[in-house]
Antibody, heavy 123, light 108 residues
Framework: QLQLQESGPGLVMPSGTLSLTCTVS??????????WGWIRQPPGKGLEWIGS???????YYNPSVKSRVTISVDTSTNQFSLRLSSVTAADAAVYYC???????????????WGQGILVTVSS | EIVLTQSPGTLSLSPGERATLSCRAS???????LVWYQQKPGQAPRLLIY???IRATGIPDRFSGSGSGTDFTLTISRLEPEDLAVYYC?????????FGGGTKVEIQ
């Protein structure tokens, strides 16, 4: 059973950089069909896709954060990471990592999710 | 960007009743790539329906999805107390991937 687990600081200072890691277990991050994504949810609000990455390192981002975000992958540790710079209070949220995939030309949605990690932005 | 508008915002029903949730897209979405998630309090979202109408593994058959083009529906045929949750639709064909604002289902 595939499992994902987010980790990282739960508190980030305004104008600082948010850095989170997602560890994948029960499967390989190098699977040719899989994409690894980050989604966030401000407290009491809805879901926002941040971006996704393929094991090769090819990434694509939501234009809403594109100028501030970098998603990277480390196949040696079966992890992928999120960096979001110049954070403000609006970036406070529960951050989820999740897997989606594409197989034989058909796209599948986010089937596996981490439990989420709450990130607060405060000095 | 495809905007997904869900209605109603909140649905309050009794156990055994039928719940009908709507998701309307700002432009046509291939039904292959419209999905519904269930998010219970304090939990991550769980995949319910993909391809507009295909139940994910382990999802009870009281959950069904339908629709095409710009109008999609999630139906819970007989509400159970454990269906208390927020339900989100999502399209995953056009970047950026987008979610609807959610419908909260309350059990009276």
């Amino acid at each position: 059973q595939l499992q994902l687990q987010e980790s990282g600081p739960g508190l980030v200072m305004p104008s600082g950089t948010l850095s989170l890691t997602c560890t994948v277990s029960g499967g390989s991050i190098s699977s040719s069909t899989d994409y690894w994504g980050w989604i966030r949810q401000p407290p009491g609000k809805g879901l926002e896709w941040i971006g996704s990455i393929y094991y090769s390192g090819s990434a694509y981002y939501n234009p809403s954060v594109k100028s501030r975000v970098t998603i990277s992958v480390d196949t040696s540790t079966n992890q992928f990471s999120l960096r979001l710079s110049s954070v403000t209070a609006a970036d406070a949220a529960v951050y989820y990592c999740a897997r989606h995939r594409e197989d034989s030309g058909y796209k599948y949605p986010f089937e596996y999710w981490g439990q989420g990690i709450l990130v607060t932005v405060s000095s | 960007e495809i905007v997904l508008t869900q209605s109603p915002g909140t649905l309050s029903l009794s156990p055994g009743e039928r719940a009908t949730l709507s998701c309307r897209a700002s432009q046509s979405v291939s039904s292959d790539y419209l999905v519904w998630y269930q998010q219970k309090p304090g939990q991550a979202p769980r995949l319910l329906i993909y391809g507009a109408s295909i139940r994910a593994t382990g999802i009870p058959d009281r959950f069904s999805g339908s629709g095409s083009g710009t109008d999609f529906t999630l139906t819970i045929s007989r509400l159970e107390p454990e269906d208390l949750a927020v339900y989100y639709c999502q399209q995953y064909v056009i970047l950026p991937l987008t979610f609807g604002g959610g419908t909260k289902v309350e059990i009276q």
